[in-house]
């Protein structure tokens, strides 16, 4: 808990040193014309596609008797937003993770290898296509698990866990092999991903339930009005940019720590 307590508080006085916020604005413009070139020439005829399939099938009426079940009868006349928000969410997500993996994670990992670890050995046991590989493999199966538990929304408190539990694994698969690609091997790597998984997972999960946040937003929107919905895709990209900077820091402290602590323990054992 040491370890996770320290990388923490590194993370955070890291995280809002003018490099990290400058570093965010390369993955937030890439979102910013994904999803902004995406709502304009989709967005209208998505939300007419999504309204007929209701219609059609007579879900507004089931969906109005379970949200005044749960005492949310007001949210009938969005429910159409609502689950598109849901349907968007995870590929979102996906697409912001993408791009911090890419663009991001490797300057980070220079900027905390640089400063405050200068003379760990790097042994380059990870490659750049391995790294996109495996984002394009964890944000995939990330997204199908999402669309999964969509219906779990139903009972806000379980939706939350499965959330977090859901963020913690891809966050611990993708930033664990982000942060230790340029200074461990790939026996190393293997090494402290499997006896650090629990401790990898709890980063995960405890930043997983910073990324409700920008979910919060997306829900508070809906309820708002559609037209708020360019603003709150800003507002949402910005706040899993910044949330992912945060959590991508953590990771790189900790992995380096445990990867230094492991090489020191190395000659002791043999």
């Not at 490099?19 to 709502?39: N, V």
């Not at 900027?111 to 590989?133: D, M, Q, Y």
């Not at 999960?205 to 937003?217: D, K, N, T, Y």
């Amino acid at each position: 808990m040491n370890g996770i307590a320290t990388a923490w508080a590194r993370a955070l006085r890291a995280g809002f040193s003018p490099r990290m916020m400058m570093l965010s604005l390369a993955p937030l413009l890439l979102s910013l014309l994904l999803w902004g070139g995406l709502l304009w020439a989709f967005g209208p005829a998505f939300f007419d596609w999504l309204q007929g399939l209701f219609a059609e099938y007579g879900w507004f009426q089931a969906s109005g008797s379970l949200l005044s079940t749960l005492g949310l009868g007001m949210l009938k006349v969005v429910v159409v937003p609502l689950m598109a928000i849901l349907l968007l969410l995870p590929l979102m997500i996906a697409s912001a993770l993408l791009f911090m993996g890419v663009f991001a994670m490797p300057a980070i990992e220079r900027h905390v290898g640089r400063r405050t670890f200068p003379k760990l050995e790097r042994k380059e046991g990870g490659s750049f296509a391995g790294s996109i590989w495996m984002n394009l493999t964890s944000v995939i199966v990330f997204a199908l698990l999402w669309l999964c538990t969509v219906p779990l929304y139903a009972i806000p408190p379980l939706a939350v866990v499965v959330q977090a539990a859901l963020w913690g694994w891809v966050s611990a698969r993708v930033m664990s092999y982000d942060a230790l690609a340029a200074h461990a091997s790939a026996a190393e790597r293997k090494t402290l991903m499997q006896a650090r998984r629990w401790p990898l997972l709890a980063i995960g999960m405890v930043s997983g339930v910073l990324g409700a946040l920008p979910g919060i937003a997306w829900m508070g929107g809906a309820v708002l009005a559609v037209a708020l919905f360019p603003v709150l895709a800003i507002l949402s990209a910005w706040l899993y940019i910044l949330i992912f900077l945060f959590t991508g820091l953590w990771f790189q402290y900790y992995c380096l720590q445990a990867l230094e602590d492991l090489r020191a323990s190395a000659p002791v054992t043999a």
